[in-house]
């Protein structure tokens, strides 16, 4: 079947503008996740949905992150008055919804802020 | 706080041969979940294997098993008659069983060559 998908694969934008990444994830699945991957890091956690609200934002750096799940299956992030420091891949990931259940990742989305 | 550490950024191997990757991690949970997953150049995160805090024995996929220590907070990688599709970043990672959000290492990038 169809694996978690990512769009766009790849987003350059200036300083200040606002920009939306979409998350599809593999149907049937409960849980989706968003995390930032910096160059030489591993991913941090930003939000996590259970169906179509928020269960964990915690890692939102600040308010200018946000993201929505309103049907429970496909997730915009979205990111205002973009910085050069939001600069990263974003990816995101799916599960069934358990605890401790395997989360699938889509190829994530590369933001350059200019 | 809970936190992986992988002490590794860099290892090499000849094909054919065993390596093992090491991680430690802290929690002051006693229900956790740990994961290893292989990110090559293209992005994808791909899960190569998962292991149950509750489960005494080991977890084994085809080349790849683990060597869990759990009073020591110790998960290392072993991946066996290694091969040229195998060079890519690992990650080792966590959630508990009352946060579902993955705490990732910085990662371990493994190059195996002829």
């Known amino acids: 079947g169809a694996g978690v998908s990512q769009t766009p694969s790849n987003k350059v934008t200036e300083k200040g503008k606002y920009v939306e990444l979409r998350c599809d994830p593999i149907?049937?699945?409960?849980?989706l996740y968003w995390y930032r991957q910096s160059l030489g890091q591993g991913p941090e956690f930003l939000i996590y949905f259970q169906g179509t609200g928020a269960a964990d934002d915690s890692g939102l750096p600040n308010d200018r992150f946000f993201a929505v799940r309103p049907e429970g299956s496909v997730s915009t992030l979205k990111i205002q008055r973009t910085e050069r420091g939001d600069s990263a891949v974003y990816l995101c990931?799916?599960?069934?919804?358990?605890?401790?259940?395997?989360?699938?990742f889509g190829p994530g989305t590369r933001l350059t802020v200019l | 706080a809970q936190t992986v550490t992988q002490s590794q950024p860099e290892m090499s191997v000849q094909e054919a041969e065993t390596v093992t990757l090491s991680c430690t991690y802290d929690t002051s949970e006693n229900n956790y979940y740990l994961f290893w997953y292989k990110q090559p150049p293209s992005r994808q995160m791909i899960l190569v294997i998962r292991q149950e805090a509750y489960k005494q024995q080991n977890a084994t996929e085809n080349r790849f098993s683990v060597n869990f220590q759990k009073a020591a907070k110790s998960f290392s990688l072993k991946i066996s008659d290694s091969q040229l599709g195998d060079t890519a970043m690992y990650f080792c990672a966590f959630c508990t069983n009352s946060g579902y959000a993955l705490n990732f290492g910085k990662g371990t990038s493994l190059l195996v060559t002829p």
């Open positions: 990931a799916s599960s069934l919804g358990g605890a401790g259940d395997t989360q699938y």
């Open positions: 149907s049937g699945h409960t849980a």
